[in-house]
């Protein structure tokens, strides 16, 4: 019932910036948490950024200063502003969900392309 709906990837130069959305319908809790994940070529997938209904946010290291996750609870979407892109944020990003006593649910992801 649950389904995650993404956008906004694709290819841009270092320093560039992209914005992924992420439409969710048929989340009955309102508890959930959203968050943003990717995975590169043959590494592990990882945390992004996460947010909360309650829109306490959360950020990787690696990512802090330059993304922002964003959500609007009345639409059921989230957003992930990228900017000053780096050739190692190339990966397949996905829209995750999760709500107590629920399994994740992942959206189908969007490819992010960061040339040098």
């Known amino acids: 019932q649950v389904q995650l709906e993404e956008s906004g990837g694709g290819s841009v130069q270092t320093g560039g910036s992209l914005r992924l959305s992420c439409v969710a319908s048929?989340?009955?809790?309102?508890?959930?948490?959203m968050g943003w994940y990717r995975q590169a070529p043959g590494k592990e997938r990882e945390v992004v950024a996460t947010i909360t209904s309650g829109l306490t946010t959360y950020y990787a290291e690696s990512v802090k200063g330059r993304f922002t996750i964003s959500r609007d609870n009345t639409e059921n979407t989230v957003y992930l502003q990228m900017n000053s892109l780096k050739p190692e944020d190339t990966a397949v990003y996905y829209c995750?969900?999760?709500?107590?006593?629920?399994?994740?649910?992942w959206g189908q992801g969007t490819q992010v392309t960061v040339s040098s």
């Open positions: 048929g989340i009955m809790s309102d508890r959930h948490v």
């Open positions: 995750n969900t999760k709500a107590p006593y629920t399994p994740n649910f």
